[in-house]
């Protein structure tokens, strides 16, 4: 389970190499990764909320702003959040095959949506920091996980596309900029979810 996480982190490089030779399935990706690590920011956040809740700086006044969400709420909006996680990493996948019908190789959609799924580990990693919900703490941990992602993209992306380097940097870069939108409207929604989950249940 989640046997790829160290390599990822790691020595990336030859652990791509790895993950591309062993074939692995969508059901098989799924079931011992992205089911396992996309739990992680969904988790945090459901204990951070509840427990501490969402920092929002201070008033005009110097009180401290903070919404905690009921146990009630926040398991409403975690089942929703994991959901729209694991739907990001099948429309992601489908990118990475929009981007490969361009090149000779042309894997298949399910071996892009494996690429996908591997390629979102910092990301579902730097989840963990919803634990103290702060803002700009989550969107530090964002940025971080946003960065060693688009280093994975692009060492990974040529070689899973058995592309030159060059080509590869132009798909990795198109491909980063979907899924930037697609963080941003995460982000997005879980800002909103965090913050007024109270008045939306």
Same mark, same amino acid.
Request: proline share 3%.
């Given at each position: ?40 920011? @969904? ?5 951070? %909320?509840?427990? @501490? ?25 975690? @089942? ?68 060693? %992602? ?52």
């Amino acid at each position: 389970m989640i046997h790829h996480v160290w390599g990822l982190m790691a020595h990336p490089q030859r652990e791509w190499q790895r993950i591309r030779s062993e074939n692995e399935s969508v059901k098989q990706l799924y079931g011992s990764h992205v089911l396992v690590l996309a739990a992680v920011p @969904v988790v945090c956040s459901l204990i951070g %909320t509840t427990v @501490v809740g969402w920092h929002f700086g201070e008033n005009l006044q110097g009180q401290e702003e903070r919404v905690q969400l009921s146990l009630g709420t926040a398991l409403i909006l975690a @089942v929703v959040f994991y959901a729209l996680i694991l739907g990001a990493v099948f429309f992601m996948g489908r990118a990475v095959h929009w981007l490969a019908k361009r090149f000779d190789s042309r894997p298949s959609a399910h071996r892009c949506t494996v690429f996908a799924g591997y390629m979102a580990t910092p990301l579902f990693l730097s989840g963990i920091v919803a634990l103290y919900p702060l803002i700009w703490l989550c969107l530090l941990a964002g940025v971080i996980g946003l960065c060693y %992602t688009a280093y994975l993209v692009f060492i990974g992306l040529p070689h899973f596309l058995d592309i030159d380097q060059q080509s590869g940097i132009r798909a990795a870069g198109a491909w980063l900029a979907i899924g930037v939108l697609v963080l941003e409207a995460l982000l997005a929604v879980t800002v909103l979810m965090g913050g007024y989950g109270a008045e939306l249940f």
